[in-house]
């Protein structure tokens, strides 16, 4: 009768790892298709639901009276099965993004 129990508990167990499992994509399509050019990464991140993983950022200092500096950053987002989304923003303000597997 213990076992019994045992082997029922376990399967429940392993059926909701399962079901977890397949829903492990927390980054999709319409959140990729939701973010705009001119997005600020705030309004990125609320999207996403996550701050993501910064990748790259460079900076270039501007010229006082002729041009002002920029600031380039590349954010990644990254589900478990390797499915991502790229973000490139440039002064704050989203200027291209990428997906792959999405």
């Known amino acids: 009768m213990l076992n019994k129990k045992i082997l029922i508990i376990g399967s429940l167990v392993l059926v909701l790892l399962l079901i977890g499992c397949g829903n492990s994509k927390k980054i999709t399509m ?47 987002w990254k589900n478990p099965d390797g499915s991502n989304m790229n973000v490139q923003f440039q002064n704050d303000k989203v200027i291209g993004k990428a997906q792959a597997g999405l």
């Open 30 to 76: 319409d959140k990729f298709n939701k973010v705009q050019t001119g997005m600020s990464y705030k309004q990125v991140a609320e999207i996403m639901g996550d701050p993501g993983e910064l990748g790259a950022s460079t900076s270039m200092p501007g010229v006082p009276g002729v041009m002002e500096g920029i600031e380039s950053k590349i954010y990644m």
